[in-house]
């Protein structure tokens, strides 16, 4: 029996057209899918896709607009529709494309079914385009493979969603897991790494109430002063600060007024959570005496955390309803292969 798959179009590049303020989201994407996959593939081809349902967001968003509600509302879908199909697509644009991945994997834990996040570079609408592919090729893996993870699929990879990033703006080849090997390449063949996936699981779904004004996020920076921190805590709805700090997570622990600053937040309840600024590797903040600082004053290492898995995790705990002391054990405790095991 075929599989059936439920594709939901949230907007993004892959259904834009362009327009005379450039590309912009656009209604009309089911009817051109059809007629692009009748023309460019053969009836007999056709057969191999599994059977697909199309619906969207009742306002589609270019990608840049998303809220951190938008990741519930995906997941409500998502949730709503669990059991009447056997895996999903998501359409997404690709500017928050790994935020929504690393948020729909905590809000929906224990999948057993796959969930591929994709979307394009070029819209469907062109001539010459990535969108095709990305989408035939996301159909072929949800309707074949048993992948019960949430994946990015992009460009001949299939990508851990909370491990992956956007990392090039205009190559086709947008998407990478830097810190984390791919689940899996598809060229000529495709080769899904299968002891790398996520057992299935017991669907445990958890749709959090997400404030965005709860968390924020400063790179560390030669020259920031304790001002910026102030203002950037200046209001009581702050619960988490993200320190993008250097190398294996150090600060500039020569400017006192800054880790003063920094010490005054976690007193006061926020949950200051250091990752780095590399690309691979982890946190470590006792290696050098500027990184054992932030122990001293209670900031937490993020281990090797991406910035969009560390986000939307404190997103989602905070959203649970966690305090900030549950939060600082919990971060880093693997929920969804988002890191590495610390203990
Ligand atoms: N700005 C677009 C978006 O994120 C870019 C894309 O989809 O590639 O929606």
Redesign the pocket.
Known sequence: MKRQILILYT????G?KSSAQG?A?DDGFEALLDTRLRLQQSPDSIHQLPDYHVVKFSQL??????MPADWTQIGQTLNDNWNNYDGFIVL??????AYTASALSFILQGMNKPVIIT???IPLSELRNDALDNLVTSLILAGNYDIPEICIYFNGRLLRGNRSKKIKSAELD?FDSPNFPWLGQVGIHIDIQKKLLLKPGQPDFNLPHCNPNRVVITPIYPGISARVIDALLDSDEVRALILQSYGVGNPPDKNTAFIASLERAGNNGVVLLNTTQCLQGSVNQGAYATGATLNRIGVTPAADLTLEAAFTKLHFLIGMGDDAATIRKNITRPLCGECSHTD
Do not use: C, E
């Open positions: 907007g993004g590049t892959i834009m590309y989201p968003i270019d990608s840049s607009n998303l997404h644009g690709t500017d928050t494309m979307g394009s570079q947008a």
